[in-house]
């Protein structure tokens, strides 16, 4: 198995092509060796549940690995990522749910990852993604994003957060996302919107 769209990110973030290698992280990889895995990841990797039984870690995937909380650049590990073909950015929020936009109007996205927690290599967890379907990275797996699917449901959630007085949220990001709202959160909402 090769990991392709960790191979685009680590070019991307500049890792040369190189020799290859068998990467316990990326499988067959394009990237020369860095070295046996416990030496590049260390004694706190925590996903090696994800890693394959290979010795040894490409030269890309330690690059995407490496980084501590406030060197520069800052650990991947920190920061949200997309990646085109040719681009790589790291956005903050706002820029995640712009980029959600681009691949639902068909531009390439083909990498993805929200670093929910910071702590986690939530890239771990995306997939190659197409403009029918995004496998955007997360702290606890992949989240599937069809956009001919999902589309009427970002809407939904876009008006919910949208305040219909124009003064603020009515309801907030977390009841959003338990679906429990507080009664007069519910009433200002429906009564403002037209539905009492």
């Not at 936009?101 to 990498?111: K, N, Q, T, V, W």
């Not at 797996?141 to 008006?159: K, M």
């Not at 949208?162 to 309801?171: A, F, H, K, R, Y």
Request: charged letters at 20%; hydrophobic letters at 35%; proline letters at 6%.
């Amino acid at each position: 198995m090769s990991r392709r769209e960790l191979h685009l990110l680590a070019r991307l973030r500049g890792t040369d092509i190189g020799a290859g290698s068998t990467c316990c992280v990326c499988g067959e990889s394009p990237f020369e060796s860095a070295g046996k895995r416990k030496a590049v990841l260390g004694s706190n990797f925590t996903d090696l549940g994800m890693l394959s039984p290979d010795p040894a870690v490409c030269s890309g995937c330690a690059g995407l690995m490496a980084g501590r909380p406030g060197s520069t650049p800052p650990p991947l590990r920190t920061m949200n990522v997309a990646a085109g073909d040719r681009w790589v950015d790291y956005p903050d929020r706002s820029g995640l749910h712009a980029d959600l936009m681009r691949a639902m109007d068909g531009e390439a996205i083909r990498f993805l990852s929200w670093a929910t927690s910071r702590k986690k290599h939530h890239w771990l967890r995306a997939g190659w993604s197409t403009s029918q379907r995004l496998l955007i990275g997360s702290d606890d797996g992949a989240i599937e994003f069809v956009p001919s699917r999902d589309e009427a449901l970002v809407h939904a959630v876009q008006a919910l957060l949208i305040s219909p007085t124009g003064t603020g949220t009515t309801l907030s990001r977390a009841s959003i996302r338990s679906g429990e709202y507080h009664p007069t959160a519910v009433m200002k909402f429906g009564v403002t919107d037209g539905r009492s």
